[in-house]
């Protein structure tokens, strides 16, 4: 209930009245209408009204209609006026406001009943529909309303919808006022009206304010913007929601069509504005997904709906619809699609539980491991798979090695569906909530009973090319050295050929990797066919093959032998498409002792003479000669130059770059890296020198060179109580193979006396690719003498995580490829965050290379990496320049 002082001088402040107030003082009020006495009349008071209800708010309603009523109760010399509304047409809801009127405590109740009883039932008023209350007209209800009025006579103008009576207006008067007449009646009843439709008015205004902000709400927690398109004038009106994806101000609220295709991707404008043309020719709705660029660059995916609007002759008049961002999800649907790929497709058997060790889910592997289909194990415990080889308290020990590691990682042996017992190499990880409550077991497991078969055939592959069955570089290497040896011994020459296809790459490009394997197949049968026994055919890799001939008499018969390579080429090859394909090679030559006297320079030169046959058009063979290019003697020049740094020791010289952990930032090793400081030429970069090491087989005795020098600075920072640290040494493929690095490191670790655990190797995937007797050899003594060893590039090759525990690596380096692609390639990030979780899986631990940006830190942070090394905290720097930390004692 709203009330007020009940005189009619009340001192009211109503913002509306005043103004109208000031414009009336000023002479501006337009409309105004006199009396002829020259008074204002009651039309001009109501105008008045009307224009302060023009601009009237909820919270000013009733301080504009008390002020109305104020004016209209002066200009009539009423003693009261009051404006009730009533919801139900029965009772009196609210008193609006009360000018001049006492006792307005009691004035509803009564009302109420005066409503109910006399008011509401009855249907025919005096003088036009209104009311006139007199006491002498001796009506009890009347009687009491004008008591409480204080006022002898009265009259009551009801306030109509179209339902009925829905409130009224009440002016109470003097004994001796004359009646009003029927046109001031007619005025102050459409006063009443007035006031009735304005409070309407205000309540649906503020219950679409409501429903509007409810809207604009709703859309921004569920990331969706709506809008509407003027087809006929190219306006788009658009949400706050749908501005703020499109990255622009919510005060936005127009855009034109040819405005909305500048966000769209260039390469989904020419979809998305089909489908829309064929929205608008065909009167359909539309429904896409589509890409926006935003003025950031941010790239965004999006998806649109919407309906087109018609008018009553079937004209498009407009289209209304909705987009939603839905980039996060896309992006997260597209890792867990990555995520199942895996699942589905990894060799190793995997098995997901729940806390209760309850088999929730198996991949294709599991069941071709284990014989179990997926109907076999869901919802039962994995104990099922137990062989009974195994006791209780071992089970026991792999439970509290996953509570207290999170993982377990050993051989088993467990059962198959068939009932045959077989060795597994199982992992066993658990999963946390955010609560850190166990949730989930991971089991990942290999068939070791498929390794033990395969280790009998592990020679033949470490030796053989798989696809041609050929001799493969390994075996090349031995063979060839072989036959310089005896060549040596006996006075003879040695031929060695080596052979690149002719745009073998366009086969792969055009008919696909099977065709070409098929066409590297057959070639290879037909020089094995046609060359000697005791000629050596190997194949180095994708389309690079090698021939040595032993007991070579001449350059002629080296040539006869390239004549009969090349007109095997000259048959086409049916390489399963269809067709028959022809192929040329281009082939270089070298003669032992004429052209290299060993292994490496033998096989380097035939290589740059068979790249001059290829620069001289192909398809033919080249001899190698010492001036073929100046490129190639600036190499060689280089190469004995490198040799003459190995024999001083001011040209050559490790630099280190810090290796730091994620955690606490401190330094925990370095990184030894080698630079050759040039007499003439200055700093060369390793990128130069040691291609050129490599072609002269310097990578020995560069790798020979560098742990010395490691490990005698190493003495330093032990004897000067510098902290624990790792000093990582690179160890190239060619001395990894070669064999002598376990006793040579035997030799510096008895001379330096270091502590061995400072010390690690890192050496390339590509030394594992061959896993020889002499690779696992050299791996077992370097653990045994107890330094570190670690994968350089991981990810960059193609080593398996079984062969990295096989080998017993104690840690992985994360090429600098995929860390400097997790701020921008969600490829680079699963492939990062795989590595990561796989390898800790496997008890390893993680460095990543080459990191440059904090983004790229935190990344690895958040994803568990422990150390990380790059230009972000330092570059390599000589000894000179390293900060390293001290013990306490020290």
Request: hydrophobic letters at 40%.
């Amino acid at each position: 209930m709203n009330a007020v002082k009940p005189v009619l001088d009340s001192s009211f402040v109503s913002e509306g009245w005043s103004r109208i107030e000031r414009e009336a003082e000023e002479g501006i009020s337009l409309g105004v209408v006199r009396s002829e006495s020259g008074e204002i009349r009651l039309e001009t008071i109501l105008e008045r009204c009307l224009r302060v209800f023009l601009t009237t708010r909820t919270e000013t309603l009733h301080a504009d209609i008390e002020g109305a009523l104020l004016h209209i109760a002066r200009y009539l010399k009423a003693r009261s006026a009051l404006v009730f509304v009533a919801d139900d047409g029965e009772s009196v809801s609210e008193l609006l406001v009360s000018i001049g009127a006492k006792d307005v405590e009691e004035l509803p109740q009564l009302l109420n009943s005066y409503w109910r009883n006399d008011l509401n039932t009855e249907r025919h008023y005096e003088m036009g529909g209104s009311k006139v209350l007199r006491r002498a007209a001796a009506i009890p209800a009347d009687v009491e309303l004008l008591n409480l009025l204080d006022s002898d006579n009265a009259i009551l103008l009801p306030v109509s919808d179209q339902d009925g009576a829905v409130g009224f207006l009440l002016i109470s008067f003097e004994q001796t006022q004359p009646p009003l007449s029927n046109r001031r009646q007619a005025l102050l009843a459409t006063f009443a009206q007035l006031c009735f439709l304005v409070q309407d008015r205000l309540t649906m205004m503020s219950q679409l304010e409501y429903r509007e902000q409810l809207l604009r709400q709703t859309e921004r927690l569920a990331n969706i913007g709506s809008w509407q398109d003027d087809v006929l004038n190219d306006v788009i009106v658009i949400t706050p929601q749908a501005a703020v994806i499109f990255e622009q101000e919510e005060t936005l609220t127009t855009v034109s069509l040819s405005r909305f295709f500048e966000y769209v991707h260039p390469d989904d404008s020419e979809r998305v504005a089909q489908t829309l043309t064929e929205s608008m020719q065909q009167h359909k709705p539309s429904d896409m997904i589509y890409r926006i660029v935003t003025e950031s660059g941010t790239v965004k995916v999006i998806h649109g709906r919407a309906e087109v609007i018609v008018d009553d002759s079937g004209k498009l008049v407009g289209r209304v619809g909705s987009i939603q961002d839905i980039t996060e999800q896309q992006a997260k649907e597209h890792r867990l699609r990555q995520a199942m790929t895996v699942f589905e497709s990894t060799m190793e058997g995997v098995v997901i539980t729940d806390s209760q060790n309850r088999v929730e889910a198996i991949n294709p592997a599991f069941t071709s491991i284990t014989g179990f289909e997926e109907a076999d194990v869901l919802g039962r415990s994995i104990s099922l798979l137990n062989s009974g080889r195994h006791s209780k308290t071992f089970y026991e020990g792999i439970a509290r090695s996953v509570q207290e590691r999170g993982y377990w990682r050993g051989e088993i042996w467990n059962r198959r569906k068939n009932g045959q017992i077989y060795p597994q190499w199982l992992t066993i990880t658990e999963v946390k909530d955010a609560q850190n409550r166990v949730t989930n077991y991971v089991g990942v497991f290999s068939d070791m009973s498929r390794i033990k078969e395969s280790e009998e055939q592990l020679e033949h592959l470490s030796n053989y090319d798989s696809l041609t069955n050929l001799p493969n570089r390994a075996l090349l290497l031995s063979r060839l050295e072989g036959a310089v040896n005896v060549a040596t011994q006996k006075g003879r020459k040695v031929g060695v050929i080596a052979i690149d296809l002719d745009h073998f790459k366009h086969i792969n490009d055009s008919l696909g990797h099977p065709a070409g394997d098929r066409l590297l197949q057959e070639f290879a049968q037909r020089m094995r066919q046609r060359l000697r026994d005791s000629d050596t055919v190997a194949r180095q890799g994708g389309d690079d093959f090698v021939v040595v001939l032993e007991n070579v008499i001449s350059h002629e018969q080296v040539s006869n032998v390239a004549d009969i390579i090349l007109n095997l080429l000259r048959t086409p090859f049916d390489v399963g498409v269809g067709q028959e394909l022809y192929i040329g090679a281009s082939l270089g030559i070298t003669l032992f002792p004429d052209h290299g006297s060993d292994v490496t320079q033998l096989l380097s030169n035939a290589d740059v003479a068979m790249y001059q046959a290829k620069q001289r058009g192909r398809n033919h063979y080249q001899f190698y000669s010492n001036d073929m290019t100046q490129a190639v003697s600036d190499r060689l020049e280089l190469g004995n130059q490198l040799r003459g740094a190995l024999q001083h020791d001011n040209e050559l010289q490790l630099y280190y770059q810090p290796q730091v952990c994620l955690i606490d930032g401190h330094i925990v090793g370095v990184e030894a890296l080698m630079r050759w400081h040039h007499p003439q030429e200055g700093i060369i970069a390793p990128g130069r020198f040691l291609p050129v090491a490599e072609d002269n087989g310097l990578m020995p005795e560069l790798d020979g060179w560098a742990l010395r020098v490691a490990c005698h600075q190493i003495a330093v920072w032990q004897n000067e109580g510098f902290e624990p640290m790792i000093v990582a040494v690179n160890i190239s493929q060619p001395t990894f193979v070669a064999g002598g690095l376990v006793e040579r490191l035997r030799r510096l670790l008895d001379e330096t006396q270091i502590d061995p655990r400072w010390l690690e190797l890192e050496i390339t995937e590509g030394a594992l690719l061959e896993p020889s007797t002499q690779v696992l050899d050299t791996i077992n003594g370097l653990k045994e003498l107890g330094v570190m060893l670690a994968v350089d590039d991981f990810g960059t090759g193609y080593s398996s995580l079984a062969y990295l525990h096989r080998y017993r690596v104690d840690k992985l380096k994360i090429d600098r490829s995929f860390v400097q692609s997790v701020e921008d390639e969600d490829e680079g990030r699963v492939i990062t965050t795989t590595i990561i979780h796989m390898a800790k899986g496997l008890g390893l631990q993680v460095l990543a290379e080459g990191v440059e940006t904090e983004a790229q830190l935190n990344f690895l942070r958040d994803n568990g990496c422990e150390s990380y090394q790059g230009f972000y905290f330092s570059k390599p720097v000589p000894v000179a320049e390293l900060k390293l930390e001290k013990t306490k004692d020290h």
